[in-house]
T-cell receptor
Framework: DTAVSQTPKYLVTQMGNDKSIKCEQN?????MYWYKQDSKKFLKIMFS???????INETVPNRFSPKSPDKAHLNLHINSLELGDSAVYFC?????????????FGAGSRLTVL | ELKVEQNPLFLSMQEGKNYTIYCNYS?????LYWYRQDPGKSLESLFV?????AVKQEGRLMASLDTKARLSTLHITAAVHDLSATYFC????????????FGKGTRLHILP
């Protein structure tokens, strides 16, 4: 059973298009995240949701819109795609509270904008 | 704002050698994580360090945390080729905003 699953794994599209990436976790975690990993492998936090509430909204263009229909799902919609949006997008989740709250990552979604 | 600095960013070393990766961070935190990422793969949790002086070991890897110096180290003993990967440290922002900030990663290449 995959703990954090993302779809699609690969996405190739033209500039100006709109696309979505979906994420689901079956771990019962409270908080979900989107991270962007660029071509240099740098990981940058984009958003986090806790029980469907937006907690973190980093300096990300408003073309990116996360949606969390329930605490097990966090989707990422991107409007008017640009070349610079090409990256690997990782979904992650973790449990709230004190202690070792390790992030569990999905397999990543590689987005290529042509 | 929490900043996390790793060094070196690239490391090429011979099998059998020892080396250390350093992770410095800018604000108070006592939750630090080390992750491994193989090429084209996701991130895998290696260690969680939750207090000053914490030390964790798994095989040839050992991680430690000094919260007063805001420094964590990942030490590799007698490196083997299978340890070639990118290693990330990540620090939990203790301001209750659920933010975990990653260093830029250290690409480790171990030569046979």
């Amino acid at each position: 059973d995959t703990a954090v699953s993302q779809t699609p794994k690969y996405l190739v599209t033209q500039m100006g298009n709109d696309k979505s990436i979906k994420c689901e976790q079956n771990l019962g975690h409270d908080t979900m995240y989107w991270y962007k990993q660029d071509s240099k492998k740098f990981l940058k936090i984009m958003f986090s949701y806790n029980n469907k509430e937006l907690i973190i909204n980093e300096t990300v263009p408003n073309r990116f819109s996360p949606k969390s229909p329930d605490k097990a799902h966090l989707n990422l919609h991107i409007n008017s795609l640009e070349l610079g949006d090409s990256a690997v997008y990782f979904c992650a989740s973790r449990l709230e509270g004190a202690g070792a709250n390790v992030l569990t990552f999905g397999a990543g979604s590689r987005l290529t904008v042509l | 704002e929490l900043k996390v600095e790793q060094n070196p960013l690239f490391l090429s070393m011979q099998e059998g050698k020892n080396y250390t990766i350093y992770c410095n961070y800018s604000t108070t935190s006592d939750r630090l994580y080390w992750y491994r990422q193989d090429p084209g793969k996701s991130l895998e949790s290696l260690f969680v360090l939750l207090s000053n002086g914490a030390v964790k070991q798994e095989g040839r890897l050992m991680a430690s945390l000094d919260t007063k110096a805001r420094l964590s180290t990942l030490h590799i003993t007698a490196a083997v080729h299978d340890l070639s990967a990118t290693y990330f440290c990540a620090v939990d922002n203790m301001n209750r905003d659920d933010k975990i900030i990653f260093g830029k990663g250290t690409r480790l290449h171990i030569l046979p």
